[in-house]
């Protein structure tokens, strides 16, 4: 079964970029379609962007498409969320999580789940 461990969190102004990253150890990890999910304070998981297993087919919440960015190398065992024009409802803390059953973006199909990385957006 893979670990994940995420990167690249921080504190940015508005309208300013961040890229996350996400690491899988210690399985096959072309073996997982890949999401992203975030969680603000006092609210439940939210959907961000998910990937298929070969990197060929993205998906992405209403909320995050045209500015979030999703992609996977898989030699490198590594998902990547490129976030871009970024907005303070955007600060939360982001989990990678990884699936291992029908590609999906609905948080009870995920089975592998890391710590998470906080993002913040200042106004």
């Known amino acids: 079964q893979v670990q994940l461990v995420e990167s690249g969190g921080g504190l940015v102004q508005a309208g300013g970029s961040l890229r996350l990253s996400c690491a899988a150890s210690g399985g096959t990890f072309s073996r997982y379609f890949m999401g992203w999910f975030r969680q603000a304070p006092g609210k439940e998981h939210e959907f961000v962007a998910s990937?298929?297993?070969?990197?060929?087919?993205?998906r992405y919440a209403d909320s995050t498409k045209g500015r979030f960015t999703i992609s996977r190398d898989n030699a490198k065992n590594t998902v990547y969320l490129q976030m871009d024009s970024l907005k303070p409802e955007d600060t939360a803390v982001y989990y990678c999580?990884?699936?291992?059953?029908?590609?999906?973006?609905?948080?009870?199909?995920?089975?592998?789940w890391g710590q998470g990385t906080q993002v913040t957006v200042s106004s």
């Open positions: 990937i298929s297993r070969s990197g060929g087919s993205t």
């Open positions: 999580a990884a699936g291992s059953g029908g590609f999906s973006n609905l948080y009870p199909s995920y089975d592998i």
